[in-house]
């Protein structure tokens, strides 16, 4: 379940990954199978291919994206999500959201 954001974020994002964009959306959420986890953040493109070649330049295995068409994205969690958003210069979401190591 995810809380903290707005429709037109959420819109934003939506319309940004159709685009074939890298986009970012951070949320908090609850999922009992990841009981310490209080955030998410999306990693989504359209572009499978780029999404793919992302996640490997992150160090992440494209194997978890989740092609779910027409929004495919990565869920990024714990410290690799946090590692992720300052390489990305996303602090505002690692403020916003409260996202300590």
Known sequence: ???GIKRAELN???I????GETAFLTHYWF???FPDIRTVTKVGNADLERLTQWCISRGL??????NRPPFPHFDLMGRKQRE???EENLTQHLERF???E
């Open 98 to 100: 409260r996202i300590n």
């Open 16 to 19: 940004a990954v159709s685009r």
């Open 31 to 33: 999922d009992p199978r």
């Open 84 to 86: 992720v958003l300052l």
């Open 12 to 14: 934003e994002w939506k």
């Open 1 to 3: 379940m995810a809380f």
């Open 61 to 66: 295995n494209p194997r978890y994206i989740h």
